[in-house]
């Protein structure tokens, strides 16, 4: 697999599924713990859920205010750094939602529909794009990131690293000439980056003729 040992910690957001829902639980526990929760008390997970909604309405109302604001203000640069900004926050709400949801129940529909959101709110937001990427891959479907990070990479077409991520997901979801496309540019942006050897050897791999049984 790529990206092993020292490198393995440039992926964490994508690969730590597991440890993110773990930690996430964990965290919501030892809170509820910590102010004595009984009977009749919101389940902690239920109500990360709860308070995430909440955030992600917030969020909302502040993107239509800052839209309002554009409208009203077109030539405003701070009106359009502010509305920028919205989104931004409006997508990591929404991340922090799908990925409640998922503590709650992994294969929650409505997680995989939320991320894809947020992505869609702040699709030049590196960490809301890989949000996604970490909800798609717990639902196993990473195939429903592809899209967002060919977007993100169009934004940002300088990013190696998101070049990288791409790749990596593009393998994951059977998609081998778009990872061999995504891990080629990783090369042609970073050739001496600290993942480019690995980065070699997986394209390496990926020429590999493949085999056939029977």
Same mark, same amino acid.
């Given at each position: 697999?790529?990206?092993?040992?020292?490198?393995?910690?440039?992926?964490?957001?994508?690969?730590?599924?597991?440890?993110?829902?773990?930690? @996430?639980?964990?965290?919501?526990?030892?809170?509820?713990?910590?102010?004595?929760?009984?009977?009749?008390?919101? !389940?902690? @997970?239920?109500?990360?859920?709860? !308070?995430?909604?909440? *955030?992600?309405?917030?969020?909302?109302?502040?993107?239509?205010?800052?839209?309002?604001?554009?409208?009203? *203000?077109?030539k405003s640069a701070r009106a359009k750094q502010d509305l920028a900004q919205a989104r931004s926050d409006l997508g990591k709400a929404q991340i922090t939602l799908a990925q409640a949801r998922l503590g709650v129940?992994?294969?929650?529909?409505?997680? @995989?529909?939320?991320?894809?959101?947020?992505?869609?709110?702040?699709?030049?937001?590196?960490?809301?794009?890989?949000?996604?990427?970490?909800?798609?891959?717990?639902?196993?479907?990473?195939?429903?990131?592809?899209?967002?990070?060919?977007? $993100?990479?169009?934004?940002?077409?300088? !990013?190696?690293?998101?070049?990288? $991520?791409?790749?990596?997901?593009?393998?994951?979801?059977?998609?081998?000439?778009?990872?061999?496309?995504? $891990?080629?540019?990783?090369?042609?942006?970073?050739?001496?980056?600290?993942l480019a050897g690995d980065i070699r050897a997986r394209l390496a791999e990926l020429s590999k003729p493949a085999t056939t049984t029977g």
């Open positions: 697999m790529l990206f092993d040992g020292k490198h393995q910690k440039n992926l964490t957001k994508v690969i730590a599924i597991v440890a993110i829902i773990a930690f @996430l639980g964990f965290g919501l526990v030892a809170g509820f713990l910590a102010v004595g929760g009984g009977c009749g008390a919101v !389940d902690p @997970l239920t109500q990360a859920v709860n !308070d995430a909604q909440t *955030s992600v309405q917030q969020g909302k109302s502040a993107v239509a205010q800052a839209r309002k604001a554009v409208q009203q *203000s077109p129940n992994q294969q929650d529909p409505e997680a @995989l529909t939320t991320a894809l959101a947020a992505a869609q709110s702040a699709p030049g937001d590196l960490d809301v794009v890989l949000g996604l990427v970490t909800v798609a891959t717990a639902q196993n479907n990473p195939a429903a990131a592809l899209q967002a990070l060919q977007r $993100y990479t169009a934004i940002n077409p300088g !990013d190696a690293q998101a070049f990288a $991520y791409w790749g990596q997901a593009a393998e994951r979801a059977g998609q081998r000439n778009q990872a061999v496309l995504a $891990y080629q540019r990783f090369l042609q942006l970073a050739p001496n980056d600290p």
